[in-house]
């Protein structure tokens, strides 16, 4: 089991940056994988961003690369994503996600844990 929770959200001009953080409880950090997901209002969850489990390996949306970056800190457990260049399209609530199974890490269904999510706003 893991508990997370997202910090760092909130509103910026279009063309800033925002740092998002998920802080992951318990002892086993790093046997998962991350995932970021993000939610507009009437909008489905969509994938954003996805980790290694030891941070090697990284993946994103089309939209969001070179713009964003997802890296972890398995000794402090926790998940950043560097949003830069922000645009309004990128308005969401921002979700992090943690699984310990072998799967695509692009889809919401394979994760098992989920944050509350953190607002990112960004205006034009």
């Known amino acids: 089991q893991v508990q997370l929770v997202e910090s760092g959200g909130g509103l910026v001009q279009a063309g800033g940056s925002l740092r998002l953080s998920c802080a992951a409880s318990?002892?086993?950090?790093?046997?998962?994988?991350m995932g970021w997901f993000r939610q507009a209002p009437g909008k489905e969850r969509e994938f954003v961003a996805t980790i290694s489990r030891g941070g090697v390996s990284t993946y994103y949306r089309d939209s969001v690369k070179g713009r964003f970056t997802i890296s972890r800190d398995n000794a402090k457990n926790t998940v950043y994503l560097q949003m830069n260049s922000l645009k309004p399209e990128d308005t969401a609530v921002y979700y992090c996600?943690?699984?310990?199974?072998?799967?695509?890490?692009?889809?919401?269904?394979?994760?098992?844990?989920w944050g509350q999510g953190t607002q990112v706003t960004v205006s034009s």
């Open positions: 996600a943690a699984d310990t199974g072998i799967r695509t890490g692009v889809q919401w269904r394979e994760y098992e844990y």
């Open positions: 318990g002892r086993t950090f790093s046997n998962y994988r």
